[in-house]
């Protein structure tokens, strides 16, 4: 379980939100919506305990190593000079440590996280020579290969095809079936309503937070419509 204990985030001491309180159980599938700005990777970036919170607290169940990141695309260098085996092997890092080497059981693991993304036939190009659908397969790969309890996952959607949008989602339901706890920030409304079963909305500094069907039952009845997001042309 995370719990967020009256949660102020921010940067350099100036809130984005009104302290936020609450939990996400463990083995929960949970969105993160809101426009643009409103707060949502720094929510999971202080979660991941990447940020300080400006007050209050994030409690966890665990330690930080076994929380999985997944940046948004644009944070990340494409062009350092990786293969994307070496790329895919960094997940093995938080538990097993940059030096550790890798041994046949890790090894196989790595294997199976390349087979499961479809990049089984890639592992050897530099990681600059990626598509981005491709590039978001690896990331995910890394993400299987760190195998860790809680994944945290910002807007993994984003400028990917639908195609490969479609299968990586298939990914996050096998994740959830298998008991992880994933909190994914994410703005397409449908994928929301059909995958997500919790989801916690960031509105003006506010928030609302409950299972899926409640709040954007409570956003229609509320116009303008509290959930302003924009419909993608995918419908898995
Ligand atoms: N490193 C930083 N220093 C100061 N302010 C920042 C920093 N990063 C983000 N911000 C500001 O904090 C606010 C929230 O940003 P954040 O990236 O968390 O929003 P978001 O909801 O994830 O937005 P988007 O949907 O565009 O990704 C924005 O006003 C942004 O300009």
């Given at each position: 379980?995370?719990?967020?204990?009256?949660?102020?985030?921010?940067?350099?001491?100036?809130a984005?939100?009104?302290?936020?309180?609450?939990?996400?159980?463990?083995?929960?599938?949970?969105?993160?919506?809101?426009v643009?700005?409103?707060?949502?990777s720094?929510?999971?970036?202080?979660?991941?305990?990447?940020?300080?919170p400006?007050?209050?607290?994030?409690?966890?169940?665990?330690?930080?190593?076994?929380?999985?990141?997944?940046?948004?695309?644009?944070?990340?260098?494409?062009?350092f000079?990786?293969?994307?085996?070496e790329a895919?092997?960094?997940?093995?890092w938080?538990?097993?440590g940059?030096?550790?080497?890798?041994g046949?059981?890790?090894?196989?693991?790595?294997?199976?996280?390349?087979?499961?993304?479809?990049?089984?036939?890639?592992?050897?190009?530099?990681?600059?020579q990626?598509?981005?659908?491709?590039?978001?397969?690896?990331?995910?790969?890394?993400?299987?290969?760190?195998?860790?309890?809680?994944?945290?996952?910002?807007?993994?959607?984003t400028?990917?095809?639908?195609?490969?949008?479609?299968?990586?989602?298939?990914?996050?339901?096998?994740?959830?079936?298998?008991?992880k706890?994933?909190?994914?920030?994410l703005?397409?409304?449908?994928?929301?309503?059909?995958h997500f079963?919790?989801?916690?909305?960031?509105?003006?500094?506010h928030?609302?937070?409950?299972?899926?069907?409640?709040?954007?039952?409570?956003?229609?009845?509320?116009?303008?419509?509290?959930?302003?997001c924009?419909?993608?042309?995918?419908?898995?």
């Amino acid at each position: 379980m995370i719990s967020l204990e009256n949660l102020v985030t921010g940067y350099r001491g100036q809130a984005l939100s009104q302290p936020i309180s609450g939990q996400f159980r463990r083995g929960s599938l949970t969105a993160i919506m809101g426009v643009n700005g409103a707060g949502k990777s720094t929510l999971l970036k202080t979660i991941a305990g990447l940020l300080p919170p400006i007050s209050g607290g994030v409690r966890l169940e665990q330690d930080a190593k076994q929380i999985a990141w997944l940046p948004q695309q644009s944070e990340i260098d494409h062009h350092f000079p990786l293969r994307v085996i070496e790329a895919v092997a960094m997940g093995s890092w938080p538990a097993k440590g940059m030096l550790s080497g890798i041994g046949r059981r890790m090894r196989n693991r790595i294997d199976d996280a390349l087979e499961q993304v479809g990049l089984q036939d890639l592992a050897g190009r530099a990681i600059n020579q990626l598509s981005g659908g491709q590039f978001q397969r690896m990331l995910f790969a890394r993400m299987l290969v760190q195998d860790a309890p809680v994944m945290l996952l910002d807007e993994p959607f984003t400028g990917i095809d639908s195609q490969t949008s479609a299968f990586l989602l298939r990914v996050i339901d096998r994740l959830h079936a298998q008991g992880k706890t994933i909190l994914t920030v994410l703005h397409s409304r449908p994928i929301v309503e059909r995958h997500f079963p919790a989801l916690l909305y960031l509105h003006d500094g506010h928030y609302h937070w409950g299972e899926t069907a409640d709040i954007l039952l409570q956003s229609d009845e509320r116009p303008p419509s509290l959930v302003r997001c924009a419909v993608e042309d995918f419908h898995p």
